[in-house]
């Protein structure tokens, strides 16, 4: 078996290829990637000594260049990761968001079609059901919940799952979607809140909340979505989609607390708010549950611990993104090889 995993060098790709490596020994993984500004090759060194993993550095919005890496490599499934992930940065520069996440999205499923392959999924988020309000606790997104986006990023990810719908019912493809909560975890690139804020303690530097920090999101860590996935794509049906969610709701607030106790400094800022920030994620997850089999193992408090040891152990990790310095590092490990 053969996967395609498309922004693996990003955060939750990453982590995505050491959970497929670890639990599928019989597979070969090629993680295709653009290194953009999020993309790390470093978060993938440990896999890049893995025979059965393969790096190739593609964008997907480059048709020719995605159609002629399937012609060779002949993928049986794929999994779309790759996309414009940041929504302040969709808000200061939309176009970007709707090349990669619109257009990539359809070059894949082309060469998807072309080629024959067995299984697109596509990685979506909850933020395409917009949000919820903060005094109904009793209200979950559910599979059905109608899309209503807020920012230029969920409506990119909105716009590309309605044309992987639409492929798979115009064209036939054998497409599904998951859509998820908040992830945690190790790799998370640093402009993100639990690891911006992790770092800023670290380096003495002040917490920016956002508005009144009352904002809540529904938190899951990372090998958890990892495990849903590799589920939705062995078992998961043609066509539908699946919500992965932590059950875990917090405020901005509540995290910001939560890593100053455990880290045992830290003093917060807040700052303006983000444009038409969304006030409340929380997932309805019982039809992966109850379909699937689904389980999330890791508790919140122990998932939190894991990442702050992660940032607390792998700071040449992150003090490389903070300096610019993991830009080098593709140079380093195939330009420079002769
Ligand atoms: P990330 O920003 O950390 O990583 C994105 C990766 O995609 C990077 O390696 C980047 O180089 C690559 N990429 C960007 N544009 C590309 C292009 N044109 N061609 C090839 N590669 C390109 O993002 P993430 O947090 O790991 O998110 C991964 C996916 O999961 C995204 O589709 C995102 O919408 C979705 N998602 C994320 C979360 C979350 O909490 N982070 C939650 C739900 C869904
Ligand atoms: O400095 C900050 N201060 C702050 O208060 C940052 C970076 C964020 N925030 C707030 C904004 C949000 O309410 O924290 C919350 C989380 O912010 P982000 O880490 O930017 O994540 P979010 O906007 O919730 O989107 C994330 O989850 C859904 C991912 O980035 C998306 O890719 C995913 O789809």
Redesign the pocket.
Known sequence: MKIFV?????????NFVYYMLKTHPDYDIVC?????????LETLSDALENPRFTFVK?????RQAVFSLFDKERPDIVV???????VDRSILNPEIFL???IL?TQALMDACKEYGVKRYHQ?????VYGDLPLDRPDLLFTETTPILTSSP?SAS?ASADLLVQAYCRTYGLPATIS??????GP???PE?LIPLMIINILKGKPLPVYGDGKNVRDWLYVED?CSAIDLIIHNGSIGEIYNIGGNNERSNLQIVELLIKTLGKGEIKFVRDRAGHDLRYAIDSTKIKTQLGWVPETRFEDGIRKTVDWYLDNRSWWENIVSGEYTNYYRKMYEERG
């Open positions: 498309t922004g693996g060098a990003g955060f939750i790709g990453g295709l990637d653009a290194l953009t500004y999020a993309g790390n593609i964008d997907i919005t480059d779309n990761f790759a996309a414009e992930s940041h090349k990669t996440n990539g990685v979506s988020t909850d933020e990023y990810k859509r998820c909560s908040n992830n945690y790799y998370h690139f993100k979505h």
